[in-house]
């Protein structure tokens, strides 16, 4: 009898033990699961925000995203061990700058369209912009066509607008920026209402020569206000 107590006993101890272990086993690897499942949630995180970074700079001109590449790499050789943070950083920042500088022009050209004082065609001593339209219409609007024309830091942005009924032969004026020494980037319109708005990205050939402006502004004035209209 005492035998089997003992037996017994040691028994239900040895139950005891096991269950002791298997609850501190799986309240241990419960723990471990947290952990990897908030690794697995930070890195879809960052996954998910480079992604968005990426989109955001596809969208943006090729002269800010050169700007915004300079950056990246200066700040990436200042710190090494933050690359991916400094890289999406950047993006953002280049993204405002850009959407400010839009909000600018869109500003300008609704003073324009209002007959307001928007800036005057010219040059502009500190950026070397040249802004220049066609002159103001009947009714205190703008006639078309507009022409606007800015170059800064060796890039030349031209934004024409048109009727809808008179469109411009866009290689026409590719041809003129090219003969004014610029590399013509990018290229694209589109049909909004009534009007159509061209858009051209372009860098000059030569740096260190750059590019005149008020030349190509007076260029693209001689072509698209004396010649006859193209047809679609």
């Known amino acids: 009898m005492k035998s089997r107590r003992q037996s017994s006993g040691g028994s239900s101890a040895a139950c005891a033990a096991g269950e002791a272990n298997t609850h501190t086993h799986s309240s241990g690897g419960g723990g471990g699961g947290c952990k990897l499942e908030r690794k697995d949630v ?13 989109k955001l700079s596809s969208l943006l001109p090729p002269a800010a995203t050169h700007a915004s590449l300079l950056s990246d790499a200066a700040a ?3 710190n090494p061990n933050n690359k991916d943070t400094v890289t999406q950083l950047d993006q953002l920042d280049s993204a405002a700058a850009y959407i400010k500088q839009l909000k600018g022009r869109i500003e300008a050209l609704k ?5 307001g004082p928007g800036p005057a065609a010219g040059c502009n001593g ?4 040249v802004t220049a339209s066609s002159g103001a219409g009947s009714g205190g609007g703008v006639r078309m066509p507009v022409i606007e024309v800015r170059y ?4 030349l942005d031209v934004v024409l607008i048109s009727d809808a009924g008179r469109p411009f032969k866009l290689h026409q004026v590719i041809t003129v920026l090219e003969q004014e020494g610029a590399e013509v980037v990018s290229a694209s319109f589109s049909v909004i209402g009534d009007k159509i708005f061209y858009t ?6 030569s740096p260190r020569i750059g590019l005149d402006a008020a030349r190509v502004s007076q260029g693209l004035h001689h072509l698209l206000l004396l010649a006859p209209p193209c047809l679609i």
């Open 126 to 129: 500190s950026g070397g912009a």
């Open 200 to 205: 051209i990205h372009s860098q000059a050939l």
């Open 111 to 115: 003073q324009r369209k209002a007959g």
């Open 152 to 155: 800064q830091d060796g890039t």
């Open 76 to 78: 990436a050789a200042s």
């Open 42 to 54: 930070e890195k879809n995180r960052r996954l998910h925000m480079k992604s968005l970074c990426l």
